[in-house]
């Protein structure tokens, strides 16, 4: 579930770091459609399942953050 966590530091690259009205989601690099494809495949194997759904609950979060703007 960690995981879920350190895919928000592609947020260092943003500049600025923060920005309150900007959707994470298609903006940066670990919150791209790619990414998020990867991440669903992540959830078959069971070595990388709990990777996968971590990844997964934080997108969801993100997207239901973004949907508030």
């Known amino acids: 579930m960690l995981a879920g966590l350190l895919i928000d530091l592609d947020h260092l690259l943003a500049n600025p770091i923060f920005d309150s009205n900007r959707c994470s989601i298609g903006f940066h690099p670990l919150h791209s459609n ?7 495949l992540l959830l078959f ?3 990388t399942r709990l990777i996968g759904l971590g990844l997964i609950i934080h997108i ?3 997207t ?4 508030f703007m």
């Not at 790619?34 to 669903?40: N, Q, R, S, T, V």
């Not at 239901?64 to 949907?67: E, L, R, T």
Request: net charge neutral; with cysteine.
């Open 34 to 40: 790619l990414a998020i494809g990867i991440y669903i």
């Open 45 to 47: 194997p069971k070595k």
């Open 60 to 62: 969801l979060a993100d």
């Open 64 to 67: 239901i953050d973004c949907s």
